[in-house]
Every structure is written in C-alpha cells, then in structure tokens.
C-alpha cells in the first residue's frame, strides 16, 4: 500500500526566503507525481505535474523535483511572499502497465505561513 | 468558467437524513474521482468513475454511500442516514485517461456539517 508523508507539518518563514518543502513515498512504481496547494476551506489548485520519467517541473517562482529510486520529491519555492501562505499537498498515480491508474493517494500536507 | 464545479459549497444536515452532492468535471475529462478531507488531513480516495463506469470503490465507502455517473457526464455522490462522522469535505476532481495527460483538477469542494 502506498503511503506519502510530507516533512514538515508546518512552516513559518519570512517574506523573501527561499523555502524547501519534502515528500516522501514508499512505492516507487509512481506514474506521476503532482503538488497541489490547497487555501482554507477551498479546493486544490494543482501546481506542478512531474511525469515518473522526469527528474524536475519549474513554474515561476516553483520548481518540483522527483527522485523515484529513492521516493522521493521536494517543492522548491524562490523569493516567499505572504499570498503563498497555504496548505501544499503532494500526491502520486500508481503506474498500471504504463499509463496512470488514476487514483491519487496524498500527504497530509505542509502548512505555510509567509509572514511580512 | 470550464473548471470542476460541485454543488452545494455547503450542506448542514441532521443526522439520519439522506444528502446528495453533485460534480460536473471538465467536459473532455473521461476519468471522474469523489475524495473525502477531513480537517487536518490530505483527501482520501473514495471511489472513480471511467466514463460512465465505476472502477473502483474504497473501504472508506460504506454502504450508506453511493456513487453514480450517468451518461459519463456528471456525477452524484449520496450519502444515506448521515452521521456525525461523515462531516467532512467532499472534493471532485477529473482528468482525462490520455498516457501523456493525466492531471488532475479539482473542484471547490461540498463542505458537509452533520449536526
């Protein structure tokens, strides 16, 4: 079964940092990787989608990492401003014979707080 | 607006009483997914639907809820004899089935209150 964890559950930097934010899972037969952001009590907004066969995504000021040897992924966020205050998810498709089976199993989350 | 769109935002409910939520997905999207977030948590997959079929359905599905998409366009979630628990949000998304394309986009959500 797969299992994603984010590392950490919360963090608060200041306006202008450049911040890292972790996912890790446990099965790596992944199809995609996609990070979403999530605003309180609002749906997601999907970010970044890496395919299994790319190695990272860059929009803007975000740049999305995948390592799936190693089960890994990492959200990069340049130059932090307040309105990227929010909850960032990630979650991965299962590969089924080559193509994505769907379903998304997520995190539980990290929750940003960019103060001024 | 062409995005995943659910209806209600918000439901409050006594307990007992049978609820039905809607989603209308992007309209070239053949695949359609019901997850439910509860506070504090990441969504969990609930059931998913591949045109009109419904190809999988989780154990977090209990019998008092069912899931149909008629027709392959929308879909409706009902939840029978509503509990406490199930307060919760429920999310919609869709995405196509293409090997190349399988993003998946979200809806709003339908906030659910049991009371």
């Known amino acids: 079964k797969q299992e994603v964890t984010q590392i950490p559950a919360a963090l608060s930097v200041p306006e202008g940092e450049n911040l890292v934010l972790n996912c890790s899972f446990t099965d790596s037969a992944i199809y995609n990787l996609q990070w979403f952001r999530q605003d309180p009590g609002k749906g997601l907004t999907s970010l970044l989608l890496i395919q299994s066969s790319q190695r990272e995504q860059t929009s803007g000021r975000l740049n999305a990492s995948l390592d799936k040897s190693s089960g890994r992924s990492t959200l990069y966020i340049a130059a932090s401003q307040p309105g990227d205050s929010a909850t960032y998810l990630c979650a991965v498709s299962r590969n089924a014979g080559g193509t994505s089976y769907g379903k998304l199993t997520f995190g539980q989350g990290t929750i940003l707080t960019v103060h001024p | ?115």
């Not at chain 2, 053949?30 to 009109?52: D, K, V």
């Not at chain 2, 008092?64 to 919609?92: H, N, V, W």
């Open chain 2, 1 to 115: 607006d062409t995005g995943v769109s659910q209806d209600p935002r918000h439901k409050i409910t006594k307990r007992g009483q049978n609820v039905t939520f809607r989603c209308d997905p992007i309209s070239e999207h053949n695949r359609l997914y019901w997850y439910r977030q509860t506070l504090g948590q990441g969504p969990e997959f609930l059931t998913y639907f591949q045109n009109e079929a419904q190809l999988e359905k989780s154990r977090l599905l209990s019998d008092r809820f069912s899931a149909e998409r008629p027709k392959g366009s929308f879909s409706t979630l009902e939840i029978q004899r509503t509990e406490q628990g199930d307060s919760a949000m429920y999310l919609c998304a869709s995405s196509t089935s293409d090997r190349g394309n399988t993003e998946a986009f979200f809806g709003q959500g339908t906030r659910l209150t049991v009371v």
